[in-house]
């Protein structure tokens, strides 16, 4: 089945994935941040949510969101496959996915002072610890390339307030990525909003997401790689 505006049924699942996928991360984290005793979320990491008793929520929050996410990256090769290039943009949007469900495979460490019973670490201690932050870089490096990859043809079909947002959006996660990382590894003047300059960030991020999604679900006929 085709829809009016040129893509598959299928596709427009995926791509509504994709947008689920972002909303859900975003509010399930900014639920427990409220909940979960002794945690701060102007402070904390949004990683630490996945510590302690009822840490399988988060975990579960990044594995399913980075699945939907991850899938919606087939969405957009397919809302997109007329165009030369747009192969690895979709990659690249892939890995984005990849990065939060190998985040919520591997747990964080116990840093950042979550939870208060634990000694202060600025660093992951164990391996599961340090494939956390690893993969959790997927999520931000796949969206930042996107983000810039999207600008450039935003800007060659002649569309430049989507060009702008794209613009705006890679260039505050790369400065949220800088002073939220400053802030976790104690920065005095940052280190009581460190969790809170994280979560901007990942909202900037995953807004960037779903307003690419609805891009491709608006206007599937236009030229993107």
């Known amino acids: 089945m085709i829809l009016n505006n040129g893509i598959s049924k299928t596709t427009k699942v995926l791509l509504i994935c994709g947008q689920i996928g972002c909303v859900l991360f975003a509010l399930l984290f900014f639920i427990q941040g409220q909940l979960r005793e002794g945690y701060y979320p102007l402070r904390f990491a949004v990683s630490s949510l ?6 399988w929520v988060q975990r579960s929050n990044f594995f399913v969101s980075g699945i939907l996410i991850f899938l919606s990256s087939f969405g957009f090769y397919k809302g997109t496959s007329s165009i030369n290039g747009q192969l690895w943009t979709s990659r690249f949007f892939g890995t984005a996915g990849i990065g939060l469900v190998g985040a919520g495979i591997f747990s964080s460490n116990p840093v950042y002072g979550y ?36 600008r450039n ?6 569309e430049h307030n989507s060009a702008t947002v794209a613009s705006v959006a890679g260039y505050s996660i790369l400065i949220g990525l800088f002073l939220f990382d400053a802030g976790f590894m104690q920065v005095p003047f940052l280190v009581d909003v460190a969790g809170l300059l994280q979560r901007l960030t990942i909202i900037i991020a995953l807004s ?15 030229i993107y790689y």
Not at 121 to 126: F, G, L, W
Not at 131 to 149: P, R, Y
């Open 50 to 55: 996945s510590i302690g008793q009822y840490g």
């Open 115 to 150: 939870p208060a019973t634990e000694p202060l670490r600025v660093a992951q201690y164990t391996v599961s610890g340090h494939l956390h932050d690893f993969f959790s870089s997927f999520f931000f490096f796949g969206i930042l390339v996107t983000c810039f990859k999207m």
């Open 153 to 158: 043809r935003f800007k060659a079909i002649g």
């Open 208 to 222: 960037w997401l779903t307003f690419l999604l609805g891009t491709v679900i608006k206007n599937s006929k236009q």
